[in-house]
């Protein structure tokens, strides 16, 4: 078992002394080289689910394990990914690749090694040498995959990763992480706001519910081609799907 | 003819008009020298300085507790920036402090610590390390506020001790920050050492306005002002060079 959360609640004190509860009872597992899409509305405590995982924070109530192991702090098999590439702007793109591992006693040749090698997955092979502001935003959160792999993770941490990309960009960097990620059969938990994306990158998806968010559907994406997300699009299943979760989340009575 | 070449021949111009005007206008309206001088007549005064007044010492002299100044003021207020940053605590409980403190001026100071350091060169380096010190200090504590929590977090997903998310991620994130105001406060620290000099020294070009002003030699004290301004203007392009070449990752603006 790669991830799993066991009736798990977490509960924030707000400044005002009220609490706020942004998951509640959450169950799910994720196997090992799965991958998990949560989707759900807005304030639904996606997020949440993530730093938790990360270890960021602990749960109020209920166990969070990853790989079979209980996270109680920061967990070094654990690499994530938001929106933002998080690229250190000072740092040429393999000193970014290598920022992960400078905590692990890994030598400098080492590092340099794998950070190479890493970049070369993620075809970034020629930019080592440039700064951050000199990519495009497709090419950064391609970078910040490479950084995310560079630590050997036992498990990925997308936190819509692909949101602030142009339409196209988006499609071409779906594609390229799906491949990576699979060629590398880590397990990849992706949170997105897009139900399309959900259904064409994952082998399953988790539906949550409104806040405090818990789990109310798991749909099992049973298609092919999990690697190949602009392959998956042709497909007309991916509308049945996309159709599914949206009354799952009720959008169309929240549009009235 | 390129933009750039234009703007440098305009500003070469309005120069010239300036110092023309400078020349030539006082004499015609009738102005005594000794209330403005001539261009021609500072010049003669400058050698006049340089063979009776040890301008070169004095100037050094100057330049020397501007730098001396700035550097003890600007690592202090640095330092003490990133401490408070670090510490949410110390931050809210003194912040009030800092603030009162910012707002006093700084240069009133000076007859206070002649009353207690006596007419050397202590108190003109503690108004100028005073008077540094907080824009450098304000600077970073507002930068350390500012840096992208999620960065930190990255950090810490990590596994990076505190020093090495500090020394990695914070310090890196505010160094723009510092920079500015080092910036800022290199401009200050040429008037800390000037007051110092002004109300109890005996070296200096500071001490050279007073005597020059106590001489109605309007020259000299016009002199001392404009080598005040050059050895301003060298620490401010030291800085600025600086600047350029540790933030050269930062894309450059379009204007």
């Not at chain 1, 799906?178 to 988790?206: N, P, Q």
């Not at chain 2, 001026?105 to 006596?118: N, Q, R, S, T, Y």
């Not at chain 2, 007051?195 to 106590?214: A, C, H, P, R």
Request: with cysteine; glycine share 8%; charged share 20%.
């Amino acid at each position: 078992m790669a991830l799993e959360f066991d009736h798990v609640t977490k509960t924030f004190a707000l400044p005002s002394g009220q609490e706020l509860t942004a998951v509640s009872d959450i169950n799910f597992k994720v196997e090992k080289g799965e991958f998990v899409s949560v989707v759900g509305p807005s304030g639904c405590g996606k997020s949440t689910i993530l730093s938790m995982t990360a270890g960021l924070y602990q749960p109020t109530s209920g166990i969070v394990r990853v790989s079979g192991e209980v996270v109680t702090k920061p967990n070094p098999h654990v690499g994530f990914m938001l929106q933002k590439d998080l690229l250190l702007p000072w740092r040429t793109i393999v000193k970014n690749v290598e920022f992960g591992l400078e905590s692990r006693g890994v030598s400098k040749s080492e590092r340099r090694d794998r950070a190479m090698a890493e970049l070369e997955r993620c075809h970034l092979k020629g930019f080592e040498n440039h700064y951050p502001y000199q990519l495009s935003g497709g090419m950064r959160q391609r970078a910040a995959l490479a950084r995310t792999l560079a630590i050997d993770p036992d498990i990925i941490l997308l936190d819509e990763p692909f949101s602030a990309l142009d339409a196209q960009t988006k499609l071409l960097i779906q594609d390229s992480f799906a491949e990576t990620i699979k060629e590398a059969g880590i397990t990849t938990l992706l949170i997105t706001h897009d139900l399309a994306e959900s259904v064409i990158m994952s082998d399953r998806v988790l539906v949550l519910s409104e806040r405090p968010g818990t789990v109310q559907r798991e749909i099992e994406i049973g298609l092919p081609n999990r690697e190949h997300p602009l392959a998956r699009r042709q497909m007309t299943e991916i509308h049945d799907y996309a159709n599914e979760i949206f009354t799952l989340l009720k959008l169309d009575r929240r549009a009235a | 003819m390129s933009q750039a070449t234009t703007q440098k021949l305009v500003a070469l111009t309005i120069l010239a008009l300036v110092l023309l005007v400078w020349q030539f206008l006082p004499p015609a309206l009738g102005v005594p020298k000794f209330i403005i001088p001539t261009v021609t007549d500072m010049l003669s005064e400058l050698g006049r300085m340089y063979r009776r007044e040890d301008l070169v010492a004095n100037t050094l002299s100057t330049a020397w507790y501007t730098l001396l100044g700035f550097a003890i003021g600007s690592a202090l207020g640095a330092a003490i920036g990133y401490l408070l940053g670090l510490s949410e605590f110390w931050e809210r409980v003194l912040s009030p402090y800092i603030l009162a403190l910012q707002i006093a001026p700084k240069v009133a100071f000076a007859p206070l610590f002649i009353m207690w350091f006596g007419y050397n060169a202590t108190p003109k380096l503690l108004v100028t390390v005073l008077i540094v010190f907080f824009p450098v200090l304000v600077n970073v504590l507002a930068a350390m506020k500012t840096v992208d929590r999620d960065m930190v977090n990255l950090a810490r997903a990590y596994s990076m001790t505190r020093w090495q998310i500090f020394k990695k991620v914070e310090f890196p994130s505010t160094l723009p920050n510092l920079m500015a105001g080092l910036r800022i406060a290199s401009t200050l620290a040429v008037i800390g050492v000037t007051v110092g000099e002004l109300v109890g020294g005996n070296t200096g070009l500071g001490f050279l306005i007073s005597y020059g002003g106590g001489q109605a030699n309007a020259a000299m004290v016009f002199n001392a002002i404009v080598l005040l301004t050059v050895i301003g203007i060298l620490l401010y392009s030291v800085l600025v060079w600086a600047e350029e070449r540790l933030l050269h990752y930062l894309p450059k603006k379009e204007h």
